[in-house]
């Protein structure tokens, strides 16, 4: 009656044993590649950690040279201030929308609401600041 004991305990253990080696190995996984490449939950990389990442990731995946190297800087250089220049035309369009909106919901609300939105607001344009 033993005998016939063991190879279940056998298939027990090895099952256990290969569930919990699975599961170690997917953590350690996800911690070094997944969550090491990517900033926590509500967090976001700076531009300049982006783009560190991007062109750490065109050098080693499409092995670029040095010369290359040196033109890509370039090429990210002049779309960043293209960019920006966009930003800065559109920005008091951008500011316009934004008040309108305001406004209108302002509208529709009744004076409790308000007072509890102005409270909200004030918050958001807090941790926006605080974020910078």
Request: glycine share 4%.
């Amino acid at each position: 009656m033993q005998r016939k004991f063991f190879p279940g305990v056998y298939l027990v253990l090895v099952f256990v044993s290969g569930t919990v080696l699975g599961a170690f190995a997917n953590r350690l996984y996800m911690v070094n590649t997944v969550l090491s490449s990517n900033p926590t939950p509500g967090q976001r990389m700076s531009p300049d950690e982006y783009r560190k990442q991007y062109v750490s990731e065109l050098r080693t995946r499409l092995n670029l040279d040095s010369d290359q190297k040196v033109k890509l800087d370039a090429i990210l250089d002049d779309t960043r201030q293209r960019m920006h220049e966009i930003h800065e035309r559109t920005r008091p369009e951008m500011k316009a929308i934004q008040d309108d909106q305001y406004q209108k919901l302002r509208a529709l609300l009744n004076p409790q609401q308000q007072a509890e939105y102005e409270k909200m607001r004030q918050e958001r344009e807090r941790k926006r600041k605080e974020g910078k």
